[in-house]
């Protein structure tokens, strides 16, 4: 198996030269906080009933905010119910992932311009999207590419042979990113395939294959990076395998002590993405316990803001629900529409 | 105008849509072969192979990537070679194709044209003669359009391929060639959900759409001839439906025969039979009439004829409404 590209160790000391600037590293780091305190209130609000199953991913924010650090902001971001932390990062505004939550179709709603797609809920359908908008965008010949975040239960899909076939035959420009992080559910990596690294798939689509530490901004970024040029460049497709854990239950309605030792998701914890960021941060001087705190005051205010804007809306009523099954209701459509307001 | 068949005037309609540079045409087989049927015999010639593209064989990836480019701004025209392999890319065409506009509230959508050859009546392998129209029009999001003529076939491609919602455009194989008309030359668009009255009469309104057509209409011939005064309605689109043409035919006449190439149970012709019955009930003087495929598996080549219903089949059924 490939050693995994690492470039910020756990330790926070770095090998070779990150490409990310000092800046632009303080900026991912914040949103990597941003992130988690968005994740955890999440979790929090499940529990008191004010949000429908939550699909936490602590231990995934350098995956997630690495990848899309990559990316121009008006690149495609085809992702999954787990990887919100990449959604808001390329764009998706907060309040509408909150309002999705809450089980409110407005939520798939992210703004005008931002190219992110509602996040997928079944497993697996959703990287083919990604293969055809970046088709498309190539066809356009309008340089942008697509990001498609999955996880290793996804390349068990039918689905996830087809995205990467095409992908790779139509040289789309698309990078295919898994974030390995251990389970699908109940199900450990060795369950999903024999091979001995995700990556090792590519060699069979003819198109390259990277494996990554996860954990590791530095190197999610780097990789991605390079994956985007490529793409950018007409040169075609890359798979990564970002190596992370999921540190937290499937979802909110899960319980990994059924099927999984806690030893593992503790040392998982001790390899935390944030803590690495901010022992290198603050080795180069950019960071300190004051800024910490700033940030993290800053990120709750953000995400009460997004909470209150979110719960602040009025549920969508009767009428409401036929409204957006075709761009302008069928006869028939309206027809049910005055029955369910006459009969309730 | 010129005679067409319904294969010539589909792919007259597919060569005015790519003359839009946002349609793009995809299937296995649809540029260097011009399709399994040659509907789409030229096409690669004229728009290149970006536009015309032969694709892996891999029906969920021709759909899940006609999505992908659907959603980012291209009018692509996807096409599947039979009904019966339409099936791996259902996953797309009702979980992602039919719910996005839901799902992001309009902010996404996916203008696409899916084109499914459909039906029995060739004598073709297992798997090629099925009619599932039903599980389209089940879903939700889905417009199901079903010409049965050239003139329909065109003008109805052109609007499927205009329409601001994904569309799946189902092509009647046996009519492909049986069936010719003049048609206009230049482009022209139909409106989609709206039904043809064939032919008007007084005594009893045959129903039917796509593939059927064909032997409806040849049974309102024989009736005309035997002096029932025949009203044949040709739905065209069955999602939406044009049921107050159907219910305002009904109560004119009294009678009614549905008439379906699909499986009997729970096809659309029960969602015609419902609507009459809410609607035209009074009106009636006479059960209405479904003639049907049967609740079996289409059978191979040798006992094919036992299955699609025939003209026999539909005076029959007629007969029994003129005098019950």
Not at chain 1, 57 to 63: D, I, K, L, T, V
Not at chain 1, 174 to 189: E, H, K, Y
Not at chain 2, 198 to 220: F, P
Not at chain 2, 262 to 284: K, M, W
Request: with cysteine; aromatic share 6%; net charge negative.
């Amino acid at each position: 198996m490939t050693t995994p590209l690492q470039i910020l160790a756990p330790d926070g000391t770095v090998r070779g030269e990150p490409q990310l600037s000092p800046e632009a590293a303080a900026r991912a780091y914040e949103a990597m906080v941003t992130a988690r305190v968005y994740d955890r209130k999440c979790s929090a609000m499940q529990r008191q009933g004010r949000l429908a199953t939550y699909a936490p991913f602590e231990g995934q924010e350098a995956s997630q905010i690495g990848s899309v650090a990559a990316l121009r902001a008006d690149d495609w971001l085809v992702a999954t119910y787990r990887d919100a932390a990449a959604m808001w990062y390329q764009g998706y505004g907060m309040r509408n992932l909150i309002l999705g939550r809450t089980g409110d179709e407005r939520g798939g709603h992210p703004e005008e311009g931002v190219n992110v797609l509602p996040p997928s809920i079944t497993v697996g359908g959703h990287m083919i999207h990604a293969v055809g908008a970046a088709w498309a965008e190539q066809i356009k010949g309008s340089g942008r590419i697509a990001l498609t975040l999955f996880g290793d239960g996804a390349t068990s899909e039918g689905d996830f042979h087809e995205a990467m076939n095409f992908a790779a035959v139509f040289a789309t420009p698309t990078v295919l990113f898994c974030q390995d992080n251990g389970w699908a559910i109940s199900m450990p990596r060795e369950r999903q395939t024999a091979a001995a690294s995700l990556a090792d798939k590519a060699i069979g689509y003819g198109m390259p294959g990277v494996v990554v530490d996860g954990n590791d901004l530095f190197a999610v970024h780097a990789a991605t990076s390079a994956a985007a040029e490529r793409a950018r460049s007409g040169d075609g497709p890359t798979f990564i395998e970002a190596l992370t854990y999921r540190v937290g239950p499937h979802t909110t309605t899960d319980d990994p002590g059924r099927y999984r030792d806690d030893a593992e998701a503790a040392l998982w914890r001790e390899r935390d993405p944030l803590q690495r960021v901010r022992l290198h941060l603050e080795t180069t001087g950019a960071w300190d316990e004051d800024r910490q705190q700033a940030v993290e005051a800053a990120a709750t205010d953000l995400v009460e803001e997004a909470v209150a804007a979110a719960e602040a809306l009025e549920p969508l009523g009767p009428g409401d629900i036929f409204a957006a099954t075709f761009a302008e209701a069928t006869p028939a459509l309206e027809a049910q529409r005055r029955r369910l307001e006459r009969d309730g | 105008m010129a005679e067409r068949t319904i294969a010539q005037a589909i792919n007259d309609g597919l060569a005015e849509a790519l003359t839009a540079p946002d349609v793009v045409l995809l299937g296995e087989d649809v540029g260097a072969t011009g399709g399994v049927f040659r509907v789409s015999d030229g096409l690669l010639e004229r728009f290149g192979a970006e536009r015309v593209v032969d694709t892996p064989v891999a029906e969920s990836g021709i759909v899940g990537a006609a999505f992908g480019m659907a959603v980012a701004g291209l009018r692509p025209i996807a096409e599947i070679q039979f009904m019966g392999f339409s099936t791996p890319a259902f996953d797309q065409v009702i979980n992602h194709v039919a719910r996005i506009r839901n799902r992001s509230r309009h902010r996404f959508t996916a203008p696409l044209v899916l084109r499914i050859p459909y039906g029995a009546g060739i004598g073709a392998a297992e798997h090629h003669s099925e009619s599932w129209e039903t599980l389209y029009v089940h879903t939700p999001g889905l417009k199901v359009v079903v010409p049965s003529r050239p003139f329909d076939a065109k003008g109805l491609l052109a609007a499927a391929v205009a329409d601001p919602d994904p569309v799946v455009f189902l092509e009647p194989i046996r009519s492909y060639r049986a069936v010719k008309e003049e048609i206009p030359d230049e482009p022209y668009m139909l409106p989609i959900g709206v039904a043809t009255v064939e032919t008007e009469g007084s005594d009893v309104t045959l129903i039917s759409w796509g593939a059927m057509m064909r032997e409806t209409r040849q049974a309102a011939a024989v009736l005309a001839g035997r002096g029932v005064s025949v009203e044949v309605i040709d739905l065209r689109t069955l999602a939406p439906w044009d049921a107050p043409s159907v219910v305002e035919s009904v109560r004119k006449t009294g009678r009614a025969v549905v008439i379906q190439e699909a499986a009997r149970s729970v096809g659309f012709g029960s969602e015609i039979v419902a609507e009459l019955q809410e609607q035209a009930l009074y009106a009636l003087l006479a059960p209405i009439e479904r003639v049907t495929g049967w609740d079996t598996v289409v059978p191979l080549r040798r006992a094919e004829q036992h299955y699609v219903p025939g003209v026999e089949r539909i005076l029959s059924a007629v007969d029994r409404t003129l005098t019950s």
